[in-house]
């Protein structure tokens, strides 16, 4: 996948470190950019995935206090892999903490993919503290959307390949779940590799040359635990929760041809939130930082920085 030369140059972070946010999670988080920047909180997809250098290079240095984060379980978090005490209130909770931590009073929210779902759940949660909203491929943690995603019709040629590696037909979700959780290595090894080639299909990449190391096993595991529990959120919470949080600046980025994240379900979360910002890209796919998708996340990011106005 190319990554857009629009970006801003790489940096590394000023600061960083762990915090400790209960039930024997520790979350990894970094700021770079300027300490006296317009605060922006990245969150990153899966969910599983966890923070890279790469994504910090969406945020302009001079402007931005920008603050990334390893969800639990995820990344650089520890334990890796942990799914104990690990929900989407549980993260919800995690960005409080982080946000008081830190000693910022509000914030701006960016999100793709599962972050968009984490991001609007956090934003409906504590409205207040949220000055403004950038999603992007929208997902609303839905059994429809997670059932559409593993089905034979979604990816016809690598379906069989994923059937193949966890042993056959029936919910391959469940069946995922208990080969990654069985202790046995090869097993685990095995269902973590086709999962993710699965995914890479998605996204137009080519099979892994290698097993996946613990940090891909960990992404799996989370993934598998969050898509198996519907993203722990109640039917249409998401789509309910809009009045909450209907006139905090937002905008919605979406490609028009993201097999991971389907246009549709964007078009009808902005059906419901007219006042958000529509931006589809009749190109993009579903990766962040690929050409297009990356200068439109930019410009949604400079809408909506210059809308927001501080503590709501």
Same mark, same amino acid.
């Given at each position: 996948?190319?990554?857009?030369?629009?970006?801003? %140059?790489?940096?590394? %972070?000023?600061?960083? $470190?762990?915090?400790?946010?209960?039930?024997?999670?520790?979350?990894?988080?970094?700021?770079?950019?300027?300490?006296?920047?317009?605060?922006?909180?990245?969150?990153?997809?899966?969910?599983?995935?966890?923070?890279?250098? +790469?994504?910090?290079?969406?945020?302009?240095? +001079?402007?931005?206090?920008?603050?990334?984060?390893?969800?639990?379980?995820? $990344?650089?978090?520890?334990?890796?892999?942990?799914?104990?005490?690990?929900?989407?209130?549980?993260?919800?909770?995690?960005?409080?903490?982080?946000?008081?931590?830190?000693?910022?009073?509000?914030?701006?929210?960016?999100?793709?993919?599962?972050?968009?779902?984490?991001?609007?759940?956090?934003?409906?949660?504590?409205?207040?503290?949220?000055?403004?909203?950038?999603?992007?491929?929208?997902?609303?943690?839905?059994?429809?959307?997670?059932?559409?995603?593993?089905?034979?019709?979604?990816?016809?040629?690598?379906?069989?390949?994923?059937?193949?590696?966890?042993?056959?037909?029936?919910?391959?979700?469940?069946?995922?779940?208990?080969?990654?959780?069985?202790?046995?290595?090869?097993?685990?090894?095995?269902?973590?590799?086709?999962?993710?080639?699965?995914?890479?299909?998605?996204?137009?990449?080519?099979?892994?040359?290698?097993?996946?190391?613990?940090?891909?096993?960990?992404?799996?595991?989370?993934?598998?635990?969050?898509?198996?529990?519907?993203?722990?959120?109640?039917?249409?919470?998401?789509?309910?929760?809009?009045?909450?949080?209907?006139?905090?600046?937002?905008?919605?980025?979406?490609?028009?041809?993201?097999?991971?994240?389907?246009?549709?379900?964007?078009?009808?979360?902005?059906?419901?939130?007219?006042? +958000?910002?529509?931006?589809?890209?009749?190109?993009?796919?579903?990766?962040?930082?690929?050409?297009?998708?990356?200068?439109?996340?930019?410009?949604?990011?400079?809408?909506?920085?210059?809308?927001?106005?501080?503590?709501?």
């Amino acid at each position: 996948m190319s990554v857009f030369d629009g970006l801003f %140059p790489a940096c590394e %972070p000023y600061r960083s $470190g762990y915090l400790a946010v209960g039930e024997g999670h520790e979350v990894y988080w970094e700021e770079c950019g300027s300490p006296l920047g317009k605060p922006v909180v990245f969150l990153h997809g899966g969910p599983g995935s966890g923070c890279n250098g +790469a994504q910090r290079r969406l945020f302009d240095p +001079a402007r931005y206090r920008a603050i990334l984060f390893d969800q639990r379980g995820c $990344g650089r978090s520890r334990p890796l892999g942990e799914t104990l005490a690990n929900t989407t209130d549980r993260l919800i909770g995690d960005l409080e903490k982080l946000r008081s931590w830190l000693d910022i009073p509000a914030w701006l929210v960016f999100g793709g993919s599962w972050g968009s779902t984490l991001g609007l759940a956090y934003a409906q949660a504590h409205p207040d503290v949220v000055s403004g909203l950038v999603l992007r491929g929208i997902f609303l943690g839905s059994r429809e959307e997670i059932m559409r995603y593993l089905s034979p019709s979604a990816r016809p040629s690598a379906w069989p390949a994923l059937e193949k590696a966890l042993g056959g037909k029936g919910d391959l979700l469940e069946t995922c779940y208990h080969a990654i959780e069985s202790g046995h290595g090869e097993r685990s090894i095995t269902a973590a590799t086709a999962w993710l080639n699965y995914e890479r299909d998605f996204m137009g990449e080519a099979p892994l040359c290698d097993p996946p190391d613990s940090t891909g096993l960990a992404k799996v595991r989370v993934q598998v635990h969050y898509l198996r529990h519907d993203c722990f959120l109640a039917p249409g919470a998401l789509l309910r929760g809009i009045e909450r949080i209907r006139r905090i600046p937002a905008a919605l980025v979406q490609g028009l041809a993201d097999a991971v994240c389907p246009p549709a379900v964007g078009e009808r979360l902005h059906d419901i939130w007219p006042e +958000a910002r529509w931006l589809p890209i009749s190109e993009g796919g579903h990766g962040g930082l690929s050409p297009t998708i990356a200068a439109a996340t930019l410009d949604a990011l400079e809408w909506v920085a210059s809308s927001a106005t501080g503590p709501r």
